[in-house]
Nanobody, 114 residues
């Protein structure tokens, strides 16, 4: 059974940065794409970054140029570097595959506020 454990969230001021981590166990991490999602209160979960097994990345316009997804296959870990954070980025952040087909982890809370 795949387990995803997200970490690295916290409270940050607007304009600040955070780096999220997602440790995956129980699957062949190096051969699958991964993604980061977020869900704000009262809103649907949205995809914010994807990375293929070969390192190709994609972002929606809302985070393009501010967020960077990366992966370390040896550590079975995917990262999300978030810069120039805005209050609208406040949400619980989750990792999963690009189809959301894995069991969801507990997520990590990111709060952007002054």
């Amino acid at each position: 059974q795949v387990q995803l454990v997200e970490s690295g969230g916290g409270l940050v001021q607007p304009g600040g940065s955070l780096r999220l981590s997602c440790a995956a166990s129980g699957r062949r991490f190096s051969t699958t794409g991964m993604a980061w999602y977020r869900q704000a209160p009262g809103q649907q979960r949205e995809l914010v970054a994807t990375i293929t097994s070969t390192g190709f990345t994609h972002y929606p316009d809302s985070v393009k140029g501010r967020f960077t997804i990366s992966r370390d296959s040896a550590k079975a870990t995917v990262y999300l570097q978030m810069n120039s954070l805005e209050p609208e980025d406040t949400a619980v952040y989750y990792c999963n595959d690009p189809w959301g087909a894995l069991a969801w982890g507990q997520g990590t809370q990111v709060t952007v506020s002054s």
